[in-house]
């Protein structure tokens, strides 16, 4: 039996339509009612097919869906990598609600009306308030130019300018009807000078910084005092944004141009003492000479000037008894002093009865008496008394003195050659082979690089993909770094470095003050193991996907990690006071230790806090050759062929990864959950150290 004929349906939807437009007006001249129309038709034409609506939703409902997640995706990105956001500062006297915000204008702003920035997108676009600095009249002349004019106006101004009867001169005083308007707060834009107006030959324009006399409240001298405190910023912010205002054509303070600014500047000192000397020493001989130099000189310099001064001898001073005695006192005293076998003044110094002799006489009788005291005392000294005598039970130190200058002399020559064995040994170590393993986003991987650029060490850099197998053989923790110096292999960065610093020590990294290395060390660890476990963490959430992407607690551990990074950031910010580098004056170990976690963190968008030492480190360090090398080379780009083999077989549980003490301490420590993550992770590919492949190691 054939279908039946549809006609009837067709004809009823027709009927339809048309009642359903029935009335409109311009039906079939309106572009709006014809579109409106053709809605109404299908509309109508679809409410008997029932398949048809759904498809047509089912295809709207997936649109949708597809938005909303390129949509979350586009927000997480932003999210991961969203720039940090520093306070504004506000200009004293400036109100905050005509600054937009900048939290709001990145999306981030979470206080809404109670921010005391604006939040009108249109803020800066409004018409700005009246300007009591600029006289607006000097606008109108500037506009008023030259080419302007035409022969009429030409003629008017010359003759203004040089007319004698012209009054309007200009002048830098200032309008006292306008500083009175200012005062009582009358002054506005339809605001009329008393004196003539807009003819007032005097200023209606304050001078930049000029203090209107006004009374101030108690309440606006509070508001005053809190917003001074506010805004009031530190030495430090204030060297920082003075640094980022010089020039770009500067010389970089590094190693090298600061060494030779130092020479320099010696060499410039040491010239300019010579000529200022030679100054001195021309304008010393005017002096001499009865002139007049007008210079001033100390007791050094005048001695410098006259050399033979330094020759003289005291006796040539005059010589005064300071003391009052009487007539009959000295000879008494001097026969005491004589019987007691005092060599007194009789043996050779003048008395009282050659006062009247001449001056050769009395000389003469002074080198007598000095002589014939010096016979008796020779006359008096048994030399014998100081010859040496053999007493039973003592050693000689003669024979002592002798074994232990013997002692001393083949420990010399001992010590003498294992120095020069060592010599050889460490010559025929650098002359060996050196390579590297490690994983690009390592720091412990970028660390060794840093210090090997700094040493000038030529080394080998496989992939990571290269790594032979038996290597891993002596490393019972079966990770990287790695390192292949000849026949000796060696495993975590720490030791690597330090024997890296004894092997090649032509440029040291560690400082000489024993306190100073040994405070570095203490920051290389704190960075290896505390810092490392946060910015590990990070990338076990993000990258391998320990928590779910979107999810809340994904979101409460990223950041509670920014946090915890901003506190150590704010510890080595306080170990750098009054120090260029954390090993003082020298670019050290733990420098490159601290450089290799904060290039990480910088490419995560976690940056050290504006205006502190870490930031000023941190863009001195950035330009060293040694550490733009390993930025340039990628510390946080996981997109690569290898990190990505390995993402998919971690996922797939091929591929293990390891929870140290510290890594496992933040998992669990940093949200409740944490917990469940590991013991998820722990039976798919969460490892810890096997004990076992200690047993199994070979010889290092």
């Keep these: 039996m054939p279908p039946k004929a549809s006609g009837s349906k067709d004809k009823t939807k027709a009927k339809m339509v048309e009642d359903k437009t029935f009335g409109l ?27 048809a609506v759904d498809a047509q939703a089912a295809e709207k409902a997936a649109r949708a869906a597809k938005k909303a997640d390129e949509e979350k995706r586009k927000a997480e990105l932003a999210e991961l990598f969203k720039p940090v956001q520093t306070q504004q500062k506000v200009p004293f006297g400036v109100d905050p609600k005509t600054i937009l915000c900048a939290f709001f204008k990145a999306s981030q702003c979470q206080k809404g009306d109670k921010c005391k920035f604006s939040h009108d997108p249109n803020i800066d676009r409004k018409e700005a308030k009246i300007d009591v600095y600029t006289d607006k009249r000097k606008d ?45 707060g009358k002054y506005g834009w339809f605001w009329e000078c008393p004196n003539g107006g807009d003819k007032c030959k005097y200023r209606h324009a304050l001078p930049m910084g000029y203090i209107l006399k006004k009374k101030e409240t108690e309440e606006e001298r509070r508001e005053r005092e809190e917003m001074e405190k506010e805004n009031e910023i530190s030495i430090e912010e204030f060297l920082d944004t003075e640094r980022h205002q010089l020039g770009q054509n500067l010389t970089p303070i590094n190693e090298v141009s600061f060494a030779k600014w130092k020479a320099d500047k010696k060499t410039r000192e040491a010239t300019d003492a010579a000529a200022l000397s030679k100054k001195k020493e021309e304008a010393y001989k005017q002096h001499k000479a009865g002139m007049k130099s007008g210079i001033l000189f100390s007791g050094k310099e005048l001695f410098d000037f006259n050399p033979d001064w330094k020759d003289a001898d005291d006796d040539e001073a005059v010589a005064l008894d300071m003391r009052e005695e009487s007539d009959g006192e000295r000879p008494a005293d001097e026969e005491g002093r004589a019987g007691n076998g005092y060599l007194g003044e009789d043996n050779g110094v003048e008395s009282d009865e050659h006062d009247d002799e001449d001056d050769d006489t009395a000389t003469s009788s002074k080198h007598k008496g000095k002589q014939k005291a010096s016979d008796d005392t020779e006359a008096a000294i048994d030399v014998s008394m100081f010859e040496a005598e053999d007493l039973a039970g003592i050693d000689d130190d003669d024979d002592e003195e002798e074994e232990e200058a013997d002692e001393e002399r083949k420990l010399n020559l001992e010590d003498k050659t294992n120095r020069k064995r060592n010599k050889t040994y460490q010559t025929a170590l650098r002359n060996m082979s050196v390579t590297l393993y490690h994983a690009p986003t390592s720091p412990f991987g970028n660390k060794l690089k840093i210090i090997m650029y700094e040493k000038g060490i030529d080394f080998a850099l496989p992939p990571l993909s290269e790594t032979p197998a038996n290597i891993f053989l002596a490393n019972p923790r079966s990770e990287v770094p790695l390192l292949k110096h000849g026949d000796v ?92 580098y954390f090993g003082g004056d020298v670019f050290s170990i733990s420098d490159a230790a601290v450089a290799s976690h904060v290039m990480g963190c910088v490419a995560r968008g976690i940056l050290p806090p504006a205006g502190s030492n870490l930031a000023r480190w941190w863009a001195v360090v950035e330009q060293r050759p040694s550490v733009a090398k390993v930025i340039e080379g990628g510390v946080a780009d996981r997109s690569g062929p290898t990190i990505t083999d390995a993402a998919t077989r971690i996922e797939q549980g091929l591929f293990k990864r390891e929870y140290r003490d510290h890594r496992l301490e933040w998992m669990i420590k940093s949200n409740p959950a944490g917990i469940d993550i590991v013991k998820a992770g722990i039976g798919k590919n969460i490892r810890f150290i096997d004990e076992k492949n200690f047993a199994r190691c070979g010889k290092m």
């Design 25 to 51: 007006k311009n039906k079939n001249k309106s572009a709006k009612m014809a579109k409106y129309v053709a809605q109404v038709e299908t509309a109508v034409m679809a409410a008997g097919n029932r398949k």
């Design 140 to 184: 109108e002349k500037d506009e008023d130019t030259m080419d302007k004019w035409d022969q009429e106006k030409l003629n008017a101004v010359v003759n203004q300018k040089h007319s004698s009867g012209n009054v309007n001169k200009p002048t830098e005083i200032v309008c006292k009807f306008f500083v009175d308007a200012i005062e009582a």
């Design 489 to 580: 292999v060696l495993f975590d960065s720490r030791v690597i470095a330090e024997y890296l610093e004894e092997v090649f020590p032509d440029k040291p990294m560690w400082p000489k003050n024993p306190a100073l290395k040994a405070k570095g060390r203490v920051i290389a660890d704190v960075v290896d193991t505390h810092l490392e476990g946060i910015t590990w963490g990070i990338g076990e959430i993000t990258f391998f996907n320990r928590t779910p992407p979107g999810s809340k607690l994904r979101e409460e551990m990223l950041e509670k990690a920014t946090s915890q990074i901003q506190d150590y950031f704010t510890f080595l910010s306080t170990q750098l006071t009054g120090m260029d």
